[in-house]
Every structure is written in C-alpha cells, then in structure tokens.
C-alpha cells in the first residue's frame, strides 16, 4: 500500500521568507510524486511532479521540490513566499506498478503573513 | 482555468430528489474520476473509468451511480442522499498528473 505523511497542520510564513512544506512518502517500487495546490472553493491545482531523472523539480509559480530517495521524502520549497500561496498543500504518490489510485497526504494550510 | 469542465457549480438537493454531476475534459485523457472532498481534508476516491469502462469502485453506497457516456463525459447520478454526503465532489482526468475541475458543491437538507 502507498501512503503519504505531511507531519504538520499548518505552516505559518512571513511574506518574502522561504517556504518549505514537508511531505514523506511508502511506496512499494519506484513512486511517482506529486504537490497540488488547493484555493478556497476551487479543485486541486497540479504544481509539480517527480517521475524520473534529476532529483531537483521545478513547477508552477516559482515553486520546487528535492526528492531524496534514502529519506523517502518529497518536500516543496519556494525561496520567498507571497501572501497569494496561502492556500491549501497537498502531497500524493503513486507507486509505478500501482493502479490509477493516488495516495494524498492530509494537507498543510500555508499561511503568508504580510 | 481548469480544462475540467464541472458542472453545477453548486447543487442543494433533498434526501428524496435524484440529481446529476457533469464534467466534461477535452484534453483526450483515457481515465476519468470522481473523488468527495470535505472540507480541509484530502479527496477520497470514489470511482475510477478507464477507457470508458469502470476499473475502480471505492465500495461507494448504491445512491451514487457513475456512467461515462464517452470518453470526455463523466457523470455521478445521485438518488437518496444523507446530509452526510454533503461535500465538495471533484471529477477529475489523466494519471501522471491528474487534472482536476473545480467542483460541486453539493448539500444535503
């Protein structure tokens, strides 16, 4: 079974400092990662995605994310946050051998302070 | 703008009426969703078509019925709902990523 940890609730950030939302994943395999972005009363947003290659990913909206293999971990950074992230973050895996069933963590509400 | 297109945007429906959730994608993805969303927490996976047919089923209660008319057409007719299911329910298409619409909000009263 896949699952994913997001170990924190909420991550309070001053505008212009960097932003860093955790994310640990248990995969069977190689996985597949993925951040989605939700706004109020809106769907869920893709951002970025690891399937393969550099362990670097850059995504939408100035975003990125470092995956570490011996860490199992997939953590999204942005090096200054706007009051405009505020939102809803949510991490998900899905492991190569697995079906069309994606395993999301429970979210983190970032939280911009002007 | 999402390129999942649902519709209604929201929906206020009693426990005896029956109503219908659309969406549409013309993206040419060959796997389409249905997920619930209550509020603040993660989607749940309803139902899963995969080149029109239905691959997966969430072991979600009988008064949600999926169809896929077409391979950009998915529906969840609704009959005798419990205010319970009252929820954000999102459509969404693809795999690596899944593409999601925004929504409907539905109510139970």
Redesign the interface.
Known sequence: AQSVAQPEDQVNVAEGNPLTVKCTYSVSGNP?L?W?VQYP??????LL?Y?TGDNLVKGSYGFEAEFNKSQTSFHLKKPSALVSDSA?Y?CAV?GVYG????A????N?VVVIP | DTEVTQTPKHLVMGMTNKKSLKCEQHMGHRAMYWYKQKAKKPPELMFVYSYEKLSINESVPSRFSPECPNSSLLNLHLHALQPEDSALYLCASGLSPLHFGNGTRLTVT
């Not at chain 1, 009363?41 to 893709?46: V, W």
């Not at chain 1, 079906?99 to 994606?102: A, D, I, K, P, V």
């Not at chain 1, 999301?104 to 979210?107: E, M, V």
Request: proline letters at 0%; aromatic letters at 26%.
């Open positions: 597949y993925f989605y009363n809106r769907g869920l947003q893709f995605k399937i809803l949510f899905r079906n069309n069933r994606l999301f963590g429970k979210g509400q």
